[in-house]
């Protein structure tokens, strides 16, 4: 039974404010695991990898063979289907072309008194991506994360995927090959993290990781930030659909169990000012759900976080939006735009019902790493500006020191800081025809 | 005495990396008593902030006086001397008109398969902004935090600024209002951090927090980090000077002692093909040095971690200068621009001789909260995309759905999610006039 709400109960802020504030996630504390795993790395470089890669991968390395070499690759890559092949390069060509449109542009102007200022962007120099092994390991992310790193610039592309038990994902390698990755190693968890941000004999280290991973790769991410960066911390994934009108009660029924198939601990989220259109939705997911495969997962998903929330108006819906900020947000109603207009807070927005949520995971182009748990609030999805940074810049003329030189001057006295002072008088000083 | 290198000799490579991995900083863990401190505020609210502005600022508050009151501030604005409210009303209208360039543009763009793609920046709905009391509290940091804030359009900004012993600067209170603060409160460390990312009776939560602090607010901001966002910890400031040419050695040094100034562990470096100018710099820094009413702290600081280093030529600087990616950059040389061309992990760029790092601090415009401790190799300066953020857009119309649809369809399948391949086929089926 999901969580059923209405705007006009009297209790509805108290029920709202619970449902928000639901801890989702049970996040196991592995710091002591992880500092060690990380230590280990750190003093024994490659031979760490190895047998840490033994316990916890049951896979036999040595340093030779951490790295795939390209023989194996264009082997491994043969495998995919023609379909799965033509399906990947049509998404990695949509994603690089709405990626290329993100690169930030410098600037420089020269001011009325003479300070000629600005920035440039320049990319980072290298930057790891990690990707889950096993069933999460999907190829999908490998595109979404490495095109947005080659679009910057970044010179040199690592990946990570651990191979439990020998497997290897062969889409995931051909993902990483049309993202023109430079290398690939099949070291995971912790460790990898680890070799990424600190180096080894075989492994240089990176400026940037970012990918998403269990618990132990989140906590080795947290460790290592300061020494290299790194994107946000992903939360479960959550949907918010918001429906009105003329709606296909089977296609916001399948966006719902398409969020909740992902994890037990995701959330889907209808609100809807028809009620007769959200008994519709709920039927068809009853209906649905022990059809899927992955039913169990869904099914918890939907159980224990699902919620329908029936509201006054549209308005009223975007307002709840905004406090929710969700990750994704679906607007199926007539006039998507206006609604979307009024809301605020979102990592993304799909206008319409022809724009499922799950084109976006895909094919439609805009990135697939979005900000969970509310932060959308204060933060965005995964950008080609991930992998850049800025330069300011700052040229001024002697005249321009000289206008503006003396109200620093003042402002460095305040503070108690002299030199600070004396750097810019001294200079003004020279000008004034004293004494350099 | 300085630390002295030369890449002329032999083992350059080791005492370059050894300089480079010199931990500047003694982070006490305080993590123990910020832990208990944010639950108190969390439980107790305004009372726990009454009690622990009591026993850490010696200040006695009740609720109501949390808050600054408007007569109060204007009765200390009106201490401020005119020569130093007109420094700081130049300095905010610079920082200001920089900033103003910052904002980031909208875009949206239909593509030839029918979808009409973009993304959208807005701005968070409320920031808090930490001033560190006493000796630390400094104005200009106020500006260069709270402008670019209220640039990106921010509705709600807050200011906490400790009072130890009821001690208030008037050009904290100016600076907050030339930048447009909404409210300030006398509270300060970890309470502080915790007031604005969990709120209490009086002060209401915040979505995004910045500035510096000590250990015990920086860890509170780690603390916090995901209940709302924060800016980089920073750490001890640092400038490096590339010279050559007919430079003044007495500014040179005068900007080498102006970062030194700051923290016993600043560090400040000059890179130099130039001997002669190196001796002559590390001279005057030593005849200056004394003079200084901050000679404690700059002389530790130019004892522990000052360091001169000789180059072959400009580009041997540049190189080392990107593996420091320094959080000031001075290019003191003939052609600034040439050489910073060369470079690529700087923070900001000071180019030319009239450019003294000093004058960055405080009037030039740019933001002088900058990536400290090799961090500018992949993060950027403060700005005011750090107070929005991006929201990407979507809108397919049915044709779109259909020619894109299927490869979705394929690859929800090669990831084993089904829901996922359903909510975009049951449309694509609708299309084709099978039942929708």
Known sequence: ???????????????????????REDSADVNDVVTSIIADVRERGDEALVDLSGRFDRVALTPQTLAFDKDEIAAQIALVSDEERAALTVAADRIRAYHARQLPEDMEWTDPEGATLGWRWTPVSAAGLYVPGGQASYPS????????????GVERLVICVPTPNGQVNPLVLLAAQLAGVDEI?????????????????????VDKITGPGNAYVAAAKRHVFGRVGIDMIAGPSEVLIIAEGAQNPEWLALDLLAQ??????AQSILITPDKALADAVVLEVERILPTLPRAKVAGASWRDYGTVI????????????DRIAPEHLELCVDDPEALAAKT?????????????????D????????????????FSSGLSVMDFMKRTTMARLTPEALAKIGPD??????????????????SRIRALNGGQG
């Open 1 to 23: 039974m999901p969580i059923h709400l209405s705007t006009a109960e009297p209790d509805f802020q108290q029920r709202f404010a619970a449902m928000l504030s639901m801890k």
């Open 141 to 152: 992310s490998v595109l979404m994360n490495a095109i947005p790193a080659r679009v910057a």
């Open 185 to 205: 190693y099949r070291i995971g968890g912790a460790q990898a993290i680890a070799a990424m941000a600190y180096g080894t004999e075989t492994i240089r280290p």
């Open 260 to 265: 909740a198939e992902h994890d037990a601990d």
């Open 310 to 321: 029936l509201t006054r108006d549209l308005d009223e819906a975007a307002t709840l939006s």
């Open 344 to 360: 605020r807070h979102a990592g993304a927005i799909f206008l319409g019902g022809w724009t499922p949520e799950a084109v976006g």
């Open 362 to 377: 895909y094919v439609s182009g805009p990135n697939h790493v979005l900000p969970t748990a509310r932060s959308a609030r």
């Open 408 to 425: 620093a001057v003042v402002l460095a006295a305040s503070e108690g800081l002299s030199a600070h002072g004396l750097s810019v008088a």
